[in-house]
């Protein structure tokens, strides 16, 4: 990454960094514009906010340590990929030993890089751990402090779990606190049926990884930070596009101190479903609908409940609960805009909602106190016409929302995180500009994407908004019924969801050799 302006400006300061596990310890010198530049990029009152914001009894047990929260810089391509990177992404006059960098700072900066990333979602810190391995300078902007999303998707599937035993990382993953879903089952009104069994499939791990989103995330984030190219700005929200000749050069992003410009050959748009990059970009946007809304929640669970993750359905509802261990992740499905009705209604009446489903919640229902306990999920599934223009790439959620049917959404993003490294990672390292060959991440992904939409849209619209609209009993289908008596049967539903279409694997080098 490389601090500058277009015009050649006055090294003003000079910003010394220990280079002990990439945790920046500046020494401020100079004007009080010195150190107002210096705060964007290293200081430690950004490093470490308030963590109030993660309280640890939201943090699933496992502690992260404070430099989760920091803002990772380092300030020089590693060794040997400098010679690889065109003279304008060079660094600046450096005087380097093993462990202590010297580095001048220009006032009126703009970050340069190779390829700047908006939004540290799954997507965005995929590929930046993968472009960073092969070599590439790669900038992530996120505009919140931390990962912490309660309710955000903490299913991490077989696919994505074989890319981590791709990347050598996959045992050190297994480490950290989680649960495992081998079989995938669900009640239709009284009668049990058994729908997916993960335990055939082609790959190390057999099972779906529950995990908190933001522990995931910290642990790709410390995956990444072990190269030097990886540079990640907490507190950083992209608010435009920078534009030149009809390719976007970059963004602009306004952090806690001020304004910042990161310049790259490539953007990349990975914030999301509301992605502000792909309103900016003009890129079109394909509502293909949804029928129902999520309300999230989680209440306690006792050592004598079932063990199983399950769904359970009768006429007019919906409860998904997933075991958690010491909690149950309840998702309460309710039709599409009918998230104020409910509220409307009552908390009493929600609670009594939920056990007339799940009777042995009783004694525990009355832990929702308040509406703040309930997250409301508007389902949106969508797609981009176009994920690309000359310079910017969209990928994730921020391409194609996915319904949250499977719990494929982070899969998915992991999935064209991957695509993308595979296919530019080795460009970046040479090209200065992009222009149609981007399209090459759509034309791999879009299959995927269309046909994981499609199986979705088909369980939106004829299961749920049937479950939903119904008042009579519910009889069991005839594919519900294939599945109950024909076991090996369950293997497709496992092998759609656990895999999915055409999934990728890791084809980018590990330049540093760390892993
Ligand atoms: C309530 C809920 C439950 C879900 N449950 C599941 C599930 O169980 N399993 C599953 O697989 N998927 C689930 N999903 C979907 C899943 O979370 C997403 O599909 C997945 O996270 C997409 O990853 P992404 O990186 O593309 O986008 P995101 O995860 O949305 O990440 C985008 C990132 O960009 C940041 N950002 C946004 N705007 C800006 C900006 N202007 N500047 C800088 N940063 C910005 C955001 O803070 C965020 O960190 C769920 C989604 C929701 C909302």
């Known amino acids: 990454m490389e601090v500058a302006d277009s015009k050649p400006q006055p090294l003003l300061a000079t910003r010394t960094v220990e280079n002990t ?75 380097t030993s093993p462990s202590l960098r010297d580095i001048m700072v220009p006032m009126d900066e703009a970050i340069r890089t190779r390829c700047c990333i908006a939004g540290g979602g799954p997507a965005g810190m995929m590929l930046a751990l993968l472009l960073a391995r092969t070599g590439v300078d790669v900038v992530v902007l996120e505009k919140h402090a931390d990962f912490l999303r309660d309710f955000r998707g903490d299913t991490v599937h ?10 050598h990382i996959l045992d050190a993953f297994l480490k950290l606190p989680h649960q495992e879903i081998r079989e995938l089952s669900g009640l239709v009104e009284k009668e049990t049926v058994a729908i997916g069994d993960f335990t055939h499939l082609p790959t190390h791990c057999k099972f779906v990884a529950l995990m ?13 930070s072990r190269y030097p190219g990886f540079h990640l700005m907490m507190q950083a929200e992209v608010i435009d596009l920078i534009e030149e000749n009809g390719c976007i050069a970059g963004v602009r992003a306004k952090t806690q101190s001020s304004p910042v ?42 050592p004598t409940d079932r063990g199983q993750t399950f769904g359970h359905i009768v006429a007019g509802k919906m409860l998904v609960l997933l075991n958690r261990e010491d909690y149950w992740q309840c998702a309460f499905v309710i039709p599409k805009g ?21 009777p042995f919640l009783r004694d525990r229902v009355t832990e929702l106190r308040d509406w703040k306990q309930v997250s409301l999920l508007t389902v949106v599934v969508d797609r981009l016409e176009q994920w690309s223009r000359p310079g910017l790439l969209c ?24 695509a993308t490294a595979n296919l530019l990672g080795d460009k970046l390292l040479r090209q200065d500009s992009f222009g149609s060959e981007l399209q090459v991440v759509q034309r791999r992904r879009d299959f995927p994407t269309r046909a994981t939409q499609r199986v979705q849209l088909m369980v939106q619209n004829k299961v749920i908004k049937h479950v939903l609209g119904s008042s009579k009993p519910l009889r069991i289908g005839w594919p519900l019924k294939l599945l109950r008596d024909f076991p090996i049967l369950r293997r497709i539903p496992a092998r759609v969801v656990g895999v999915g279409f055409r999934p990728e694997h890791v084809r980018t080098p590990d330049v540093h050799a760390l892993q």
């Open 338 to 358: 009918k998230g104020e009705d409910v509220r409307q209604k009552g908390l009493e009446s929600f609670r009594e909602q939920i056990v007339s489903l799940e």
């Open 21 to 95: 596990k990439w945790l920046p310890r500046c020494h401020l010198r100079g004007t009080p514009a010195v150190r107002k530049c210096l705060r964007i990029f290293g200081s430690r009152q950004l490093a470490y906010p308030d963590d109030t914001h993660t309280p640890q009894s939201l943090r699933g047990g496992w502690t992260s340590s404070t430099a989760a929260h920091q803002l990772y810089m380092s300030d020089m391509p590693p060794s040997g990929i400098s010679d690889r990177l065109s003279p304008e992404f060079s660094f600046p006059s450096l005087q």
């Open 395 to 418: 990928i994730g959620d921020a391409a194609h929302a996915m319904s949250p049917i499977g719990g494929v959404g982070i899969n998915l993003a992991i999935q064209d995180a991957v």
């Open 158 to 167: 077989p696919s994505t779990l074989e890319l981590m035993h791709e990347l």
């Open 212 to 224: 908190p989103q933001w522990d995931f995330l910290d642990f790709i984030k410390e995956q990444a």
């Open 261 to 302: 410009e990161v310049r790259a050959p490539l953007t990349i748009g990975a914030d999301g479903r509301h992605s502000i990059v792909r309103e900016r970009a003009g890129l079109k946007v394909i509502d293909l609908g949804a029928p129902m809304d999520v309300l999230w929640m989680r209440m306690s669970r006792r």
